[in-house]
């Protein structure tokens, strides 16, 4: 028993030890051209509803900046009624311009509910990208032990079938 012991393939490393690294690039001295990164995040920030969500946040800043520059007699372009929705979207309110008017102000409720809820929709597609890289940076090295693993136990069998002939 004590020969055959001597035979067996030796032991993988730890499978959790890939739950512990958080490396972005495994291999050393790896980089991507400067385009072809470019395109890898631009993909990234598509697929996770990035690009949707500021698309969102661009449009109701527009349409935000022309419903104040419509309603508030204060505005008097469409560049301080897009500061003014950018300054009430944003929940920042700098006084320089305010809404004066009942209707601005209704409107002005609105821009800030809706304005919280996109930018807390960005917020939450920025974090999905970071938490699904580092998933996906995880099941590749779990997948990478599941094989060293699945390797070990084809040959014990193949050692434990040449032993019992």
Not at 54 to 76: K, N, R
Not at 130 to 155: N, P, Q, T, W, Y
Request: with cysteine; charged share 20%; hydrophobic share 45%.
């Amino acid at each position: 028993m004590a020969a055959t012991a001597n035979r067996l393939p030796p032991p993988s490393p730890d499978p959790f030890s890939a739950v512990y690294s958080f490396s972005m690039n495994s291999s050393p001295g790896h980089h991507a051209p400067y385009s072809q990164a470019r395109q890898h995040i631009f993909r990234r920030f598509a697929k996770r509803g990035l690009l949707y969500s500021l698309g969102l946040c661009l449009a109701i800043l527009g349409l935000g900046g022309t419903g104040f520059w419509l309603l508030e007699p204060s505005v008097e372009s469409l560049h301080e009624g897009l500061w003014l929705a950018f300054t009430t979207a944003a929940t920042v309110g700098y006084g320089d311009l305010v809404p004066t008017t009942p209707a601005s102000r209704v409107f002005a409720v609105l821009v800030v509910l809706v304005g919280l809820a996109v930018l807390s929709l960005v917020t939450a597609s920025v974090a999905a990208i970071f938490v699904g890289s580092e998933e996906r940076d995880i099941e590749r090295e779990l997948m990478k032990e599941i094989k060293a693993l699945r390797a070990d136990v084809a040959a014990l069998k193949r050692h434990h079938k040449v032993s019992d002939d």
